[in-house]
């Protein structure tokens, strides 16, 4: 059973930063391509960034140059560094997992006050 585990959201205020990590279990986590989006409130749901088996990384342009994804296999961890943050930033963040099928995360809550 494929389970993501996501923690490090909360309250911030702009231009702080936050961490999200998510833990996959019951996948081969070393040949999936994981993913963090996001969907905030009346809007759908977003693409925030993607990282390969191959640490090739897609970043939404509205995230760039401020949040960082990274993966360590050793741990079955991916990682989410956001900086600058800022209040459109608010959204549930969720974990996403593709290998041969897709696997979501339950999200957590981030709120970025001005």
């Known amino acids: 059973q494929v389970q993501l585990v996501e923690s490090g959201g909360g309250l911030v205020q702009a231009g702080g930063s936050l961490r999200l990590s998510c833990v996959a279990s019951?996948?081969?986590?070393?040949?999936?391509?994981m993913g963090w989006y996001r969907q905030a409130p009346g809007k759908q749901r977003e693409l925030v960034a993607t990282?390969?088996?191959?640490?090739?990384?897609v970043y939404a342009d509205s995230v760039k140059g401020r949040f960082t994804i990274s993966r360590d296999n050793a741990k079955n961890t991916v990682s989410l560094q956001m900086h600058s943050l800022k209040p459109e930033d608010t959204a549930v963040y969720s974990c996403?997992?593709?290998?041969?099928?897709?696997?979501w995360g339950q999200g957590t809550q981030v709120t970025v006050s001005s």
């Open positions: 996403n997992a593709r290998y041969s099928a897709e696997y």
């Open positions: 019951g996948i081969i986590f070393r040949f999936t391509v």
């Open positions: 990282i390969t088996s191959t640490s090739t990384t």
